[in-house]
């Protein structure tokens, strides 16, 4: 005769197993949306440095829309990251290895889009001309102009004490079909289109090398809040000829 107190165990067994498998399930579809909503719609990244001085600082952490811009385009003053089209990022010294268990931890937490370990091979930048723009710099007070149009900046320039001047660096530049030229807010501390005018690509970004546009500031607690594109400011830009 069965022991009658096995069947009890052995169905608290069974129940213990399907609640397992109930939470497995739960934890591989919450995974797979985070990865989706990652690669597709929004992203999260960390501030590296300082190129962006006011509007990001140092560690900040940003949220990025990748969706949007894939059916409106880009704006001039959108603030947006980018991946290196080749030759902006110096040699970086490679972090030590982590523990097996760590390096692990890691990867999931970037796969489904809570880690950002992949900030480093990217940059962010503000969008100051598109396609057939002719941008030059710089005019008498020191301003940028965008087809004959003066922009003043100074709203979210991050500039020296007395120094009113959006680029101490002159150019001028016509934007080709398929790039943008984009600049750092701290601008005497940002290696942006300006600094890369030798490489082969004159310093353009392709348009395919944008991830998406910054919206969000997420951390730290007491600089959540948007990221303004100060698009007001491009308003009077005629169209390029």
Same mark, same amino acid.
């Given at each position: 005769?069965a022991?009658?107190?096995?069947?009890?165990?052995?169905k608290r067994?069974?129940?213990?197993?399907v609640?397992?498998?109930?939470?497995?399930?739960?934890?591989?579809?919450?995974?797979?949306?985070?990865f989706?909503?990652?690669?597709?719609?929004?992203?999260? +990244?960390?501030?590296p440095?300082?190129?962006?001085?006011?509007?990001?600082?140092v560690?900040?952490?940003?949220?990025?829309?990748?969706?949007?811009?894939?059916?409106?385009?880009?704006?001039?003053?959108?603030?947006?990251?980018?991946k290196?089209?080749?030759?902006?990022?110096?040699?970086q010294?490679?972090?030590?290895?982590?523990p097996?268990?760590?390096?692990a931890v890691d990867?999931?937490?970037n +796969?489904?889009?809570?880690?950002?370990?992949?900030?480093?091979?990217?940059?962010?930048k503000?969008?100051?001309?598109?396609?057939?723009?002719?941008?030059?710099?710089?005019?008498?007070?020191?301003?940028?102009?965008?087809?004959?149009?003066?922009i003043?900046?100074?709203?979210?320039?991050?500039?020296?004490e007395?120094?009113?001047?959006a680029?101490?660096?002159?150019?001028?530049?016509?934007?080709?079909?398929?790039?943008?030229?984009?600049?750092?807010?701290?601008?005497?501390?940002?290696?942006?289109?300006?600094?890369?005018?030798d490489?082969?690509?004159?310093?353009?970004?392709?348009?395919?090398?944008?991830?998406?546009?910054?919206?969000?500031?997420?951390?730290?607690?007491?600089?959540?809040?948007?990221?303004d594109?100060h698009?007001?400011? +491009?308003?009077?830009?005629?169209a390029?000829?």
């Amino acid at each position: 005769m069965a022991d009658s107190s096995s069947a009890p165990a052995a169905k608290r067994r069974r129940g213990f197993l399907v609640f397992l498998r109930d939470v497995l399930v739960i934890i591989i579809i919450a995974a797979l949306v985070s990865f989706v909503v990652k690669t597709f719609v929004v992203r999260s +990244f960390y501030i590296p440095s300082a190129s962006m001085e006011r509007t990001l600082l140092v560690n900040d952490r940003i949220l990025v829309d990748e969706l949007t811009p894939r059916w409106t385009g880009y704006e001039r003053g959108d603030v947006v990251v980018f991946k290196d089209p080749g030759g902006w990022l110096d040699a970086q010294v490679q972090p030590p290895a982590q523990p097996p268990l760590l390096e692990a931890v890691d990867w999931v937490l970037n +796969f489904i889009g809570v880690s950002a370990t992949d900030s480093q091979d990217h940059l962010v930048k503000r969008v100051i001309g598109l396609p057939g723009d002719r941008v030059v710099c710089c005019n008498a007070l020191g301003q940028i102009t965008i087809n004959g149009a003066p922009i003043d900046e100074l709203s979210y320039l991050n500039l020296p004490e007395g120094d009113t001047a959006a680029s101490n660096d002159p150019f001028d530049v016509v934007v080709p079909e398929g790039a943008v030229w984009l600049m750092g807010d701290n601008r005497d501390r940002s290696r942006d289109s300006r600094a890369h005018q030798d490489l082969p690509s004159g310093g353009f970004v392709p348009m395919e090398n944008i991830v998406g546009k910054s919206f969000l500031t997420t951390w730290p607690l007491d600089r959540v809040g948007t990221i303004d594109g100060h698009h007001e400011l +491009f308003n009077g830009v005629p169209a390029p000829e």
